[in-house]
């Protein structure tokens, strides 16, 4: 059985210890884990993963965790480095199969470097998590009218 480490300075939400108590098996979880030492994350990037973001130990290793890691490496050619420390702080790239249209929208709506889109992305979960299609158009369409 999996133990949940508690956070430090917050509380788990209820959803995400609800979304993660069922887990009867150990498979899951242990995939993860075991796919996130095979991509150099340490124990630290570990613990402070699953700290932040518990429902991870619901993810699928290879359905969605793998390749969104992959098409992220082919489509900004992060280090490995930038990825664990993007990753450990957004981990909706790694669980959430609508992130590789996001990080693509951002990319080409930033037309920035790796470094500044590295930098934005970790000060700002929300960029991930925003819905490009329906959120953003009519906010750009305000902009460019000012």
Request: aromatic share 8%; glycine share 2%; hydrophobic share 35%.
């Amino acid at each position: 059985m999996w133990v949940i480490p508690r956070k430090s300075s917050h509380h788990l939400e209820k959803n995400q210890l609800y979304q993660v108590s069922y887990i009867k098996s150990p498979s899951k979880p242990d995939s993860v884990r075991h796919f996130l030492k095979r991509h150099g994350f340490d124990e630290t990037d570990i613990r402070s993963l699953i700290c932040r973001h518990p429902t991870i130990l619901c993810a699928d290793a290879n359905r969605t965790m793998d390749p969104n890691l992959q098409a992220i490496h082919r489509m900004i050619d992060f280090s490995e480095s930038e990825l664990r420390r993007l990753i450990v702080v957004n981990h909706p790239l790694f669980t959430n199969s609508c992130v590789i249209p996001r990080l693509q929208y951002w990319k080409t709506f930033l037309n920035c470097d790796k470094k500044t889109l590295l930098s934005a992305f970790t000060g700002n979960r929300c960029l991930i998590e925003l819905d490009t299609d329906k959120a953003l158009p009519p906010q750009v369409c305000s902009f460019k009218g000012l």
